[in-house]
């Protein structure tokens, strides 16, 4: 692996800030804030429960994963248009070019959305023009990953597959979020197995609040090439040596985690653990308008909190390119470009 030279805790920090990284886990309906979601309720007239956006914004302090999905549920409320859908995204990938990201892959629940009687068209529609826009606007790649909700049954996921099919060519992969408890991989054996034989990438959250024995299900029944979240893995040794050995991507999300309760605090957050043990772990910011930071918070927090230095800062976003859906030559560009940005600094 390649070797960075050592740098100043007080340089730390815009190293992490400047440096090219690719978001992986980034839930494109997590990144609505509180005035987008007034700004669209009332280009929509959608009656919403808050009288004001700091009432909204008072109402984020969570518990634990339901707590913050009852919230996320009725934030999407305001998305009807193609327009809407559009307009979240690039208000995304704006913010997402500040913290240097260059390439991004989004989340989308499309059930979220149908459940309410917006069509799959307008979903992926506006997503998807604002990722050809991002890029001519921000210099940002973008590619889609379509969630089912494992809340949810099978029968529906495969009915949402069966809709999203006309869209092939603008999705990438397939990925499995909402409630995980109680709600392990293998319930959706099938419909992954059918995503699979039709060729799309598959990743899956597990072992976030779940147990390790999740990981286990998404890697062998689901058989995902990525594990979103994946931080209870460091309670499984076997587990651990497994993802090593297998180079399986982790898409950390500290902020997330500390404010679902997953760790008390980011000090003791196990990022640092992963890294050391050679896991392709790397930070993003799940649903960041709701977690208190985009992907550079993430960063620059974790970093202050625990004992982690320039080499694990290179790990973490040489890991975010090798870990994408990009293509091998455009990997290798970004590889270079981060190497040439770390020789520089
Ligand atoms: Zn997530």
Not at 114 to 134: K, P, Q, W
Not at 303 to 329: K, P, R, V
Request: overall charge negative.
């Amino acid at each position: 692996m390649k070797l960075v030279k050592p740098v100043a805790a007080d340089r730390l920090s815009e190293l992490l800030r400047q440096m090219p990284k690719a978001e992986l886990h980034i839930h494109i309906e997590g990144s609505l804030e509180p005035e987008l979601i007034f700004a669209l309720a009332q280009r929509n007239a959608v009656a919403l429960p808050y009288a004001s956006v700091e009432e909204l914004r008072s109402a984020y302090a969570f518990t634990n994963l339901q707590s913050f999905l009852d919230i996320y549920y009725a934030g999407a409320s305001v998305l009807i248009t193609e327009q809407d859908f559009h307009d979240m995204a690039m208000a995304y990938f704006a913010r997402a070019a500040e913290d240097n990201v260059v390439h991004t892959e989004l989340f989308f629940d499309p059930q979220t959305h149908t459940a309410r009687g917006v069509s799959m068209e307008t979903v992926i529609n506006g997503l998807h023009r604002a990722c050809v826009d991002a890029q001519a606007e921000f210099g940002v790649s973008a590619l889609l990953i379509m969630c089912f909700l494992r809340h949810l049954s099978e029968k529906e996921a495969f009915e949402t597959l069966e809709q999203a099919l006309p869209y092939r060519d603008k999705i990438i992969g397939i990925g499995l979020d909402s409630g995980e408890v109680g709600n392990p991989p293998e319930k959706f054996a099938r419909v992954f197995a059918r995503c699979r034989e039709l060729g799309f990438h598959l990743v899956a959250h597990a072992g976030e609040e779940g147990p390790p024995a999740y990981v286990w299900t998404a890697l062998d029944v689901l058989k995902v090439e990525r594990i979103d979240h994946g931080v209870q893995s460091s309670k499984d040794a076997a587990l651990m040596q497994r993802l090593a050995q297998d180079r399986i991507a982790l898409t950390v999300c500290p902020l997330s985690n500390l404010k679902l309760c997953v760790f008390p605090d980011l000090a003791s957050h196990n990022l640092r653990q992963l890294l050391d043990a050679g896991l392709a772990a790397t930070v993003n910011s799940d649903d960041p308008a709701y977690f208190g930071g985009y992907i550079n918070e993430n960063f620059t927090q974790t970093f202050a909190a625990g004992e982690l230095t320039s080499q694990h800062a290179y790990m973490l976003a040489s890991n975010s390119f090798e870990a994408s859906f990009l293509e091998d030559a455009e990997k290798r560009r970004h590889s270079d470009r981060l190497s040439a940005f770390l020789e520089a600094f």
